[in-house]
């Protein structure tokens, strides 16, 4: 603990880093492009963020409230310290498999005058990026703290485009469209999502978000006083307490991801930098691949000797068809609002004798698990948070004993504190039991699948589950994903519907639905997506003999690296991604027709065997043609593709031998 301090000049040997007796500092990146400025003024701690030397975040508050005080005014600096630092580490589940990223640190500690209480300020400046965090260490009086508000600010500088989705509320699903206006036009005291999107005058682009989201509460965006101020959500059934907590302890990383370069926000592994390393020591277990998900298409079966539901035929039905397809696993799920375990409530909601330790008559989960691994199909549960977290040791036991190997967990529609606890406590006990985990019904991702590789992708997003009632996914809402939600993190989409109509002849139908966009569109959408336990959540009879298909039982889920060639923000963008040698590129349009260049420097010297999926020319009529080509490519290439409205291009490289 620092006592009765002043202000010492600071002199450290570092490019960029400048800190004087006056409670100032600017520490940049290792390419000097981003600057973090931090300032003490009349005793209220402050920031300033500039890239390549032009302001993006004007002078802007720190600080935080507590139960009993505030800790944002008559603050003094201590001894800050600058140092270098370098995150190496590898992912076996990520848009990259191996991460070597520098940054620059900078520790500042700070006191109130009159007080007792520390909090240290950490910054961590990389090539892409920003976060800082407080850091609460043990105090002299106190062994917690109670947090009612956290005062970050964000003041943009001038008035940049926003991206953003707004929230209703603090009890939701994180399923809204995105609005794109300018920032002042968004009025003060709106709820808005993470990650938000601001685009400033000549195309410097910033996302803001959270990393490292553990035993704290969620944070959200809200307008004060025209600025962009942080929210956090608060406990259960009151409004006023947000966090609550032993000591030592830390907020998550503030996260502004910063380029005038839009691919490299996508490219950015800034959230998992930030994160904690893996705490999982024996990864070898981990199986990601694509799932089947019979409850998108209506639960469809065939017209059989048998009767469809929650029984064994039923599933062997998928299981034989992710056996023909090279699909991993078999997602049991239940049959028409029926779950698959014993459940006395309303639809799919638990009620007071619910109990997924014991399934529905007629479906023996052993014998399945059995046939599955036979046909070497692995085997998942769909299941309602609230079923399984009060059984959670007992189930989990259960579910490793009958061979399954992951889960959906559905329906959480929280990110306070407590719902923050409890989906790590679901990672720490699934990892314990070999299962991996996909979150639905959920918040964003805050880069845990560093810290918990178990945790496989999260929904949080509106995706093509609405067609089936109505609500529209079109091209427009598609193309926002890479440049919002999917920044920051694995972004669970029901993929794989096989039946695109036009807006204008659409019919909406829960039971073979239909999707807008193209079928091309469709399959790029497994490559712009990151999504490590991705769908396949049509019927069987949608794919099998269907052109386009084998694209979507070839494609991984997982990656050794992630390049962005070309993209417009809201208008287009190809995501190229490597396994091995081979290199599978996704190029999905809006709803405007255009002609894009894809250029191929990004690829390694050779020759690559290109496999092609394309648009037909009449694809707005008729949007599941598609034109199959191969040709062969080097990185000296650019390929020129006419992109109908929702059009898209899939491509796969193989590197001749």
């Known amino acids: 603990?620092?006592?009765?301090?002043?202000?010492?000049?600071?002199?450290?040997?570092?490019?960029?880093?400048?800190?004087?007796?006056?409670?100032k500092m600017s520490v940049s990146s290792p390419n000097g492009q981003i600057t973090y400025l931090f300032n003490i003024n009349k005793g209220m701690p402050e920031y300033a963020v500039k890239f390549k030397n032009k302001i993006l975040v004007e002078y802007s508050t720190l600080g935080l409230n507590f139960i009993s005080d505030s800790f944002s005014n008559y603050i003094k600096a201590g001894k800050i310290t600058v140092t270098n630092g370098m995150d190496d580490y590898t992912l076996p589940e990520g848009k990259t498999s191996a991460v070597h990223d520098a940054y620059k640190e900078a520790l500042v500690p700070m006191q109130q005058t009159g007080s007792n209480r520390m909090i240290n300020l950490r910054v961590r400046i990389f090539n892409d990026g920003i976060g800082f965090r407080y850091e609460f260490p043990?105090?002299?009086?106190?062994?917690?703290?109670?947090?009612?508000?956290?005062?970050?600010?964000?003041?943009?500088?001038?008035?940049?485009?926003?991206?953003?989705a707004f929230l209703e509320d603090y009890f939701t699903?994180?399923?809204?469209?995105?609005?794109?206006?300018?920032?002042?036009?968004?009025k003060n005291d709106t709820l808005m999502d993470m990650p938000a999107l601001f685009?400033?005058?000549?195309?410097?682009?910033?996302?803001?978000t959270e990393a490292n989201?553990?035993?704290?509460?969620?944070?959200?965006?809200?307008?004060?006083?025209?600025?962009?101020?942080?929210?956090?959500?608060?406990?259960?059934?009151?409004?006023?307490?947000k966090v609550k907590a032993t000591l030592p302890h830390h907020s998550p990383w503030r996260v502004m991801i910063i380029s005038d370069r839009i691919g490299a926000l996508i490219e950015s592994n800034i959230l998992t930098n930030l994160s904690d390393p893996s705490k999982i020591q024996d990864v070898s277990w981990l199986k990601p691949g694509k799932a089947s998900f019979h409850?998108?298409?209506?639960?469809?079966?065939?017209?059989?000797?048998?009767?469809?539901?929650?029984?064994?035929?039923?599933?062997?039905?998928?299981?034989?068809?992710?056996?023909?397809?090279?699909?991993?696993?078999?997602?049991?799920?239940?049959?028409?609002?029926?779950?698959?375990?014993?459940?006395?409530?309303?639809?799919?909601e638990p009620g007071p004798n619910t109990n997924v330790l014991i399934p529905r008559p007629g479906l023996d989960i052993q014998a399945l698990s059995d046939y599955a691994k036979s046909k070497g199909v692995r085997l998942r549960f769909w299941v309602h948070w609230h079923a399984l977290y009060p059984k959670l040791d007992s189930a989990f036991t259960q579910f490793e004993k009958w061979g399954i190997e992951g889960m959906m967990v559905d329906f959480l529609n929280r990110d306070d504190q407590e719902m923050v606890k409890i989906q790590e406590e679901i990672l720490q006990k699934a990892a314990e039991?070999?299962?991996?985990?996909?979150?639905?019904?959920?918040?964003?991702?805050?880069?845990?699948?560093?810290?918990?590789?178990?945790?496989?992708?999260?929904?949080?997003?509106?995706?093509?589950?609405?067609?089936?009632?109505?609500?529209?996914?079109?091209?427009?809402?598609?193309?926002?994903?890479?440049?919002?939600?999917?920044?920051?993190?694995?972004?669970?989409?029901?993929l794989g519907g096989f039946r695109a109509m036009p807006q204008s002849s659409f019919i909406v139908q829960a039971t073979r639905p239909h999707i807008l966009a193209t079928r091309c569109h469709m399959l790029a959408m497994y490559v712009v997506l990151e999504n490590h336990m991705a769908m396949v959540c049509d019927e069987p009879q949608a794919y099998e003999g269907?052109?386009?298909?084998?694209?979507?039982?070839?494609?991984?889920?997982?990656?050794?690296?992630?390049?962005?060639?070309?993209?417009?923000?809201?208008?287009?963008?190809?995501?190229?991604?490597?396994?091995?040698?081979?290199?599978?590129?996704?190029?999905?349009?809006?709803?405007?027709?255009?002609?894009?260049?894809?250029?191929?420097?990004?690829?390694?010297?050779?020759?690559?065997?290109a496999t092609i999926y394309k648009d037909s020319a009449n694809a707005v009529n008729y949007p599941n043609q598609l034109i199959k080509e191969e040709k062969t490519i080097t990185s000296a290439d650019n390929i020129t593709i006419d992109l109908p409205s929702g059009g898209g291009v899939a491509m796969r490289l193989q590197l001749s031998k």
């Open 433 to 494: 039991h070999h299962l991996e985990i996909q979150f639905h019904g959920a918040y964003k991702p805050t880069g845990l699948n560093r810290t918990y590789p178990n945790e496989s992708t999260r929904e949080g997003t509106l995706n093509y589950e609405n067609d089936k009632w109505g609500n529209l996914i079109t091209p427009d809402d598609d193309i926002n994903i890479p440049f919002t939600r999917g920044l920051a993190g694995p972004t669970d989409y029901h």
């Open 295 to 348: 409850w998108w298409n209506g639960d469809i079966s065939p017209d059989t000797t048998w009767e469809p539901g929650v029984d064994n035929d039923f599933n062997k039905y998928y299981i034989d068809f992710c056996a023909r397809n090279n699909i991993q696993y078999h997602t049991i799920i239940g049959y028409r609002k029926v779950a698959w375990y014993q459940n006395d409530g309303q639809d799919y």
């Open 138 to 164: 043990q105090q002299q009086n106190d062994t917690s703290v109670t947090i009612t508000n956290e005062n970050s600010t964000f003041n943009l500088a001038g008035n940049p485009t926003a991206r953003v």
């Open 213 to 241: 989201l553990l035993d704290y509460a969620g944070m959200s965006l809200i307008k004060r006083n025209g600025i962009l101020t942080s929210q956090l959500t608060p406990l259960p059934d009151q409004d006023l307490i």
């Open 199 to 208: 685009q400033f005058t000549g195309n410097t682009f910033m996302a803001i």
């Open 1 to 23: 603990m620092i006592k009765n301090f002043i202000p010492a000049l600071i002199s450290i040997l570092i490019i960029a880093v400048n800190v004087s007796a006056q409670n």
């Open 546 to 609: 269907q052109p386009g298909f084998e694209f979507i039982k070839e494609v991984p889920t997982v990656w050794d690296e992630t390049i962005v060639p070309n993209a417009e923000v809201g208008e287009w963008v190809s995501i190229a991604r490597r396994k091995g040698t081979d290199w599978y590129i996704g190029t999905i349009n809006n709803s405007k027709a255009k002609t894009v260049t894809i250029p191929l420097k990004f690829l390694p010297v050779g020759n690559y065997h």
């Open 173 to 186: 699903s994180h399923e809204h469209r995105y609005n794109v206006l300018p920032l002042n036009n968004i």
